[in-house]
């Protein structure tokens, strides 16, 4: 589906990152972050509550970004801004140190199993990230039907000596108006509102910060027997790894679909390799464009590393 007709929507892999947020919404305003808006009740209620804020919303669900923007178009608001993201990642790498004032997320998935544990918003990185983000005596909010969740997110936030706990309570009743709220609070369930204060910073090293790196890489010559032979195989750096999922080949050109992964952080992008006419280029391909995390970088350093003859 293309996003791009919404108005209220920002491809934030077309920015240098941070972001420059002040231009984005056109004026200088206190910022804040819901992650995981869902149908979007919540960003709105607070964007109609709060004018004098900017509000971000991240969302993996495309479905969820087609249903907030009817509700914005309907109350006419122009300070709420959307994207496509990991919510997590992005709050890393778009945000400046100090710059956002209140950071919310309800109803999370709390991935139980063991196995899906880097997917939680409970863990350290998230906590850091929070701290480094936040301006001082700015709030993260988190709101869940999910009592150990709970538990484990006011840990892990206290254990950075960064926050103070401002409140930890269980609620009978709608404390943020959402879908999954009213799920839950209908089949009886109880829900639990974690409100941390930030009180010390913290730096975090961001991924996609460091300046002065081109996507591409000019070769003389180009194996092409060993590109047609990439299908399937894994590379592995110390930060992470990708697969080349499938060579797709058009007269002089190549277009290698890649999937990384860097500690939870998937990405799916194409890589090209096309003839040039004093050799070959290899680069990311703009069509599905990739944040330029490590990872990413070794995909088109090895690729061209691995057919360069
Ligand atoms: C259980 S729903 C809750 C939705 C809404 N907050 C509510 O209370 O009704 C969780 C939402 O988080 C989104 N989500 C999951 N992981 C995310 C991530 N890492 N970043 C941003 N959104 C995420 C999902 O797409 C889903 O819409």
């Avoid at 293309?2 to 206190?30: G, V």
């Avoid at 109609?48 to 919303?57: A, I, R, S, T």
């Avoid at 009817?70 to 710059?99: C, P, W, Y």
């Avoid at 990384?260 to 290899?282: A, C, M, P, T």
Wanted: net charge neutral.
């Amino acid at each position: 589906m293309h996003l791009e007709y919404l108005s209220h929507f920002i491809r934030t892999q077309q920015y240098t990152t941070p972001l420059n947020w002040d231009e984005i919404f056109q004026r200088q305003a206190k910022l804040a972050v819901e992650i995981g808006f869902g149908n979007g009740e919540f960003l709105v209620f607070l964007a109609k509550q709060k004018p004098e804020y900017n509000f971000v919303g991240f969302e993996t669900s495309i479905t969820s970004l087609v249903k907030i923007q009817k509700k914005i178009q309907a109350e006419s608001l122009t300070n709420i801004k959307v994207a496509l993201a990991d919510g997590r990642f992005a709050l890393r790498e778009f945000f400046k140190d100090n710059s956002v004032d209140e950071v919310y997320t309800n109803f999370p998935c709390p991935w139980p199993k063991k196995s899906h544990q880097e997917k939680r918003f409970t863990n350290q990185g998230f906590a850091e990230t929070l701290s480094a983000v936040l301006s001082f005596e700015g709030t993260f909010q988190l709101v869940t039907d999910v009592n150990w969740y709970a538990e484990q997110m006011k840990d892990v936030l206290l254990r950075t000596k960064c926050f103070d706990l401002v409140q930890f309570t269980e609620n009978d009743k709608i404390v943020v108006g959402t879908r999954y709220e009213k799920k839950w609070l209908s089949e009886g369930r109880k829900t639990y509102t974690v409100l941390v204060k930030k009180i010390n910073h913290m730096s975090v090293n961001r991924w996609t910060w460091e300046e002065g790196w081109m996507p591409h890489i000019h070769l003389n010559e180009v194996d092409e027997q060993r590109l047609l032979q990439l299908s399937g195989k894994v590379f592995r750096d110390q930060r992470g790894v990708f697969v080349v999922k499938y060579v797709y080949t058009r007269e002089s050109e190549y277009l290698l679909r890649i999937v990384s992964n860097e500690e939870g952080f998937q990405q799916r992008y194409f890589i090209s390799v096309e003839r040039e006419k004093d050799g070959w280029l290899v680069k990311l391909d703009p069509d599905a464009p990739a944040y330029r995390t490590p990872v990413v970088k070794f995909s088109v350093r090895k690729i061209a590393e691995v057919i360069g003859s």
